[in-house]
């Protein structure tokens, strides 16, 4: 199946900003959507950020007016652009495929470090 390599995360100041990609091995619009999750250390996985085939968005609250999901179909590519990063951002995020409700397998994801 489609495989999915996260990239971009690092370590950034609070307030600072961070683009995330994932690029897939195989055409993207093939899923019925695209999404971005995260764990945080001692806390379970949770949603971000979602992205349809027709280009329909929603996000978590959480995270709402500061990141912004977006895709090129052409590149293969899911992109999440964070801005005004926060200490509590701080978390492995992994991209993921859903296709009749239900998500594929996860993958090694790309951490994030916000602190000064």
């Known amino acids: 199946q489609v495989q999915l390599v996260e990239s971009g995360g690092g370590l950034v100041q609070p307030g600072g900003s961070l683009r995330l990609s994932c690029a897939a091995s195989?055409?993207?619009?093939?899923?019925?959507?695209m999404a971005w999750y995260r764990q945080a250390p001692g806390k379970s996985r949770e949603f971000v950020a979602l992205?349809?085939?027709?280009?329909?968005?929603n996000c978590a609250d959480s995270v709402k007016g500061r990141f912004t999901i977006s895709r090129d179909n052409d590149e293969n590519t899911v992109y999440l652009q964070m801005n005004s990063l926060k200490p509590e951002d701080t978390a492995v995020y992994y991209c993921?495929?859903?296709?009749?409700?239900?998500?594929?397998?996860w993958g090694q994801g790309t951490q994030v470090t916000v602190s000064s």
């Open positions: 992205i349809t085939n027709g280009g329909r968005t």
């Open positions: 993921n495929r859903i296709y009749r409700g239900r998500v594929g397998s």
């Open positions: 195989g055409s993207i619009a093939s899923f019925d959507a």
